[in-house]
């Protein structure tokens, strides 16, 4: 619980995203990952109080009033929501919502409107464009509606674009496609991507860095190659003993008990520790707080040297250096 009674849905962490680079969050739902992007965006409900900092270009986003916001808000920043076709505006065209984008946040007015759009709408794979402006949210499939949405976020030129889930409800071969675009569009404007998702395949592919998410808390921090040789938090190796390894033997996949406690169940000690084989009884005091694993590896868990001991990993990671470099 926290000041008068209040809950605490989202613990304090940092870690920073550089332009051009692709950052993957990853966890259970529940985990508050889209919250943290809702509350650094000012999109959270009204009753909810924020701390911290969220820094953009030196600039803490937090301190900004509602009208500074707005234009930080799929200009500088843009997000892609989990479900398009609610996220959409049903009385209003395609080609409108994406031209009161490009005149809000890039000044564009008149034909050059409908230019702007047209190109957009094709830079997202839509065909016959000039039509597909002209209708409605419910004339799109889900795929379609999916693109649409990005046409919008990429219409105010973006420096950071946020996907929240975006292949959710998309059959396989429609995902393939989106998750190509926004790497395509990335790799042509240089935008940082945040990637929001429950498929470590997916992030794997496609982020140079890993957030692992529980409970409100950050429980790893660390690049993509080193997450998947040597993670150390157990609700990482939990998470990767659940994904089917294609490439090696067949074997029965694990899964980790229990559910994500609800907001304010856990009020001292590890949020995971109820879930956890490695829990010991200091794990129910103690809270865990994220530390240097190695260079480029961060961890929020106070039985790392026991985790290390069973894996026969090393006490000093692999990948460590002897001057333990902040992210």
């Not at 040597?230 to 490439?247: K, M, Q, V």
Request: charged residues 20%; hydrophobic residues 40%; glycine residues 10%.
């Amino acid at each position: 619980m926290g000041v008068n009674g209040a809950i605490r849905l989202i613990h304090p962490f940092s870690f920073e995203i550089a332009k051009g680079q692709t950052v993957g969050i990853v966890g259970e739902s529940g985990c508050g990952k889209s919250l943290t992007w809702l509350a650094a965006l000012q999109l959270q409900p009204k009753s909810m109080l924020t701390g911290g900092r969220v820094l953009l270009d030196g600039r803490n986003l937090l301190e900004l009033g509602d009208e500074q916001m707005s234009r930080v808000r799929g200009g500088r920043i843009a997000l892609i929501f989990q479900d398009p076709s609610s996220s959409l505006n049903p009385v209003l065209t395609i080609g409108r919502q994406i031209g009161e984008v490009l005149a809000v946040h890039r000044g564009f007015s008149g034909g050059s409107i409908l230019a702007e759009a047209r190109r957009l709408i094709e830079s997202v794979g839509i065909a016959d464009a000039p039509r597909r402006l002209r209708q409605y949210p419910h004339e799109f499939s889900g795929g379609m509606n999916q693109r649409a949405m990005i046409a919008m976020a990429l219409a105010g030129a973006p420096d950071l674009l946020v996907a929240d889930e975006p292949t959710t409800a998309l059959d396989v071969t429609i995902q393939a496609q989106i998750l190509d675009l926004l790497q395509q569009v990335q790799k042509e404007t240089g935008m940082g991507l945040v990637l929001i998702s429950h498929d470590l395949g997916t992030v794997s592919d496609m982020c140079e860095r890993i957030v692992v998410m529980y409970a409100g808390r950050v429980a790893e921090i660390a690049s993509t190659e080193i997450l998947f040789s040597e993670p150390l938090h157990p609700y990482t190796r939990g998470l990767l003993a659940a994904f089917p390894d294609l490439d090696g033997p067949r074997k029965r996949l694990e899964t980790i008990p229990g559910t994500v406690p609800a907001p304010g169940g856990i009020q001292t000690g590890c949020s995971f520790a109820s879930r956890c084989s490695y829990a010991a009884q200091e794990c129910g005091s103690h809270d865990p707080v994220l530390e240097h694993a190695a260079t480029d590896h961060l961890v929020a868990c106070i039985r790392l040297k026991a985790i290390r001991a069973q894996y026969g990993l090393p006490p000093q990671s692999l990948h460590a250096d002897a001057h333990g470099a902040s992210l």
